[in-house]
C-alpha cells in the first residue's frame, strides 16, 4: 500500500501525521515480535507515521537491536537516555521527539496490542477527540496484594487530588498534537503522566480494547516502584495530605487537653496517685508516631520543592538514530553530536 503523504482531512502535510511513542527497557528479546505486529497496522491505516523508540538505559542488547532494525522497519527514530531515569520521564523524552499531528502512546511488551491502534484513531479523526484512552479488557492485573494496593491507590488519588483518572484504563492512548505540547510545556520533574493529561482538560473518550499477557520478559515495575509512583502522584496533584495532618494534629491536641483536665479534675477530688507508667508510654509513642508520619508527608511535599528549584534537566540524550540531528550510521564515535539536553518545554 502507497503511504500518500496527506492527512485524514486531505491536507498536504510535510512529515508523518502518527508518531508511535514506545518506552522500553530491557526489550531486546520482544523487538522482532513487536515491529512484526505493530508496522503492518501502521501500514494498513495509509498514513504517514514514524515509530519513536524510547532507549531508558537498558543494559541487555535492546539499543544495538534497535538500531540495527532501523533498516528493515519503516519510520523508526530512536532515543538513547544516558541513563535509567524511569517510564514517566521515557514517555516524556519521546514526546518531545514526535512530530506527527497525534500520538500513539504504547508499552512495548505488546500487553498494548497494536490492532487496537485503528479503534483508538477513529474518535480522533471523525469527532476531534484530544485524547482517547484504551478501556482495558481482559487485563491480568497481578496477584491479590497487587490488585489491592492499586483499588486502594485509586480511591486515595480520587480522594485526595484535583483531577479525576479513570482506573480502567492505562497509558495506551491518541494524544492529539495540541495536548502533547501542553504536556511538554508542564516542567514538572515529579511527573505522573496520565494525571498532568487529566489536569489539562481536554475532550477525552475511552474505547475498549482486549489486552494481552507480557510475550518476553519481565515487568519493570515492582510492588515498591508503585508506590512510589503512587506516592508521588497523589502528592503532586494536591495538598490535602498537609490538610489532614493539620486535622489530626488539633484532634490529638483536643484529646491530650481533655485528658489533662480530667487529670487535674481527679486530682482535686481523690489526691494525687501513681502514675500509670503504661498509659503514659502508650500516650508518647502514640504521639510520636503521630508527628513522625505528618513529618513524613510534609517532607514529601518539601522534597518535590526541592527537586524542583534545582532545575536539573529531565533528563539528558546519549545518542540518537533516525533523526535530522542524528550522526550518520557510519560516523566514527569521535565524530559523533554531543548529547542533546532537552530543558523544561517542548523542543524537539
Known amino acids: 500500500m502507497t503511504i500518500l503523504p496527506v492527512d485524514f482531512k486531505g491536507r498536504t502535510v510535510a512529515g508523518p501525521v502518527l ?34 523508540a524510547i532507549d531508558d538505559g537498558s543494559t541487555d542488547d535492546t539499543l544495538a537491536r534497535l ?3 532501523r533498516e528493515q522497519v519503516p519510520g523508526l527514530k530512536v532515543v538513547s537516555l544516558s541513563r535509567n531515569f524511569g517510564k514517566e520521564i521515557g514517555v516524556t523524552a519521546g514526546l518531545a521527539r514526535t512530530s506527527g499531528r497525534a500520538v500513539i502512546l504504547m508499552d512495548s511488551d505488546l500487553q498494548h496490542p497494536p490492532e487496537g491502534i485503528p479503534q483508538l484513531l477513529k474518535p480522533w479523526q471523525e469527532e476531534g477527540v484530544a485524547i482517547v484512552y484504551a478501556r482495558r479488557v481482559g487485563l491480568d492485573r497481578g496477584g491479590f496484594t497487587r490488585k489491592i494496593l492499586t483499588k486502594w491507590f485509586y480511591r486515595l488519588f480520587d480522594m485526595m487530588s484535583e483531577v479525576k483518572i479513570d482506573r480502567e484504563t492505562g497509558d495506551f492512548m491518541l494524544i492529539d498534537r495540541k ?27 475511552t474505547v ?23 506516592m ?84 539528558l540524550v546519549q545518542e540518537t538514530a533516525g533523526f535530522e540531528d542524528s550522526p550518520a550510521d557510519d560516523a566514527p564515535p569521535v565524530a559523533a553530536a554531543p548529547p542533546s539536553v532537552p530543558g523544561p518545554g517542548p523542543g524537539r
Not at 517532607?299 to 529531565?314: D, Q
Request: proline content about 5%; aromatic content about 10%.
Open 19 to 52: 508518531s508511535v511513542v514506545l518506552p522500553m527497557r530491557n526489550e531486546s528479546r520482544g523487538l522482532d515480535r513487536l515491529f512484526a505486529r505493530l508496522v503492518p497496522v501502521l501500514q494498513g491505516i495509509g498514513l504517514p507515521f514514524e515509530i519513536v
Open 208 to 230: 475498549p480494547v482486549d489486552m494481552e499477557a507480557r510475550e518476553s520478559g519481565a515487568s519493570q515495575f515492582g510492588i515498591l516502584k508503585l508506590m512510589r509512583l503512587a
Open 179 to 205: 495536548v502533547v505540547d501542553a504536556f511538554l510545556a508542564m516542567p514538572e520533574r515529579n511527573r505522573f503522566n496520565r494525571g498532568l493529561l487529566a489536569w489539562a482538560g481536554f475532550k477525552t473518550r
Open 232 to 315: 508521588n502522584a497523589i502528592t503532586s496533584f494536591g495538598t490535602l495530605p498537609l490538610r489532614i495532618w493539620t486535622y489530626i494534629g488539633g484532634v490529638v491536641s483536643l484529646m491530650a487537653l481533655a485528658y489533662g483536665a480530667y487529670i487535674f479534675v481527679r486530682t482535686l477530688i481523690f489526691g494525687a496517685d501513681v502514675p500509670g507508667y503504661p498509659s503514659l508510654i502508650v500516650g508518647l509513642m502514640l504521639s510520636a508516631g503521630v508527628q513522625l508520619i505528618g513529618l513524613g508527608i510534609i517532607g514529601e511535599y518539601i522534597g518535590h520543592v526541592f527537586s524542583e528549584v534545582k532545575r536539573r534537566p529531565l533528563y
Open 67 to 69: 538500531k540495527a532494525l
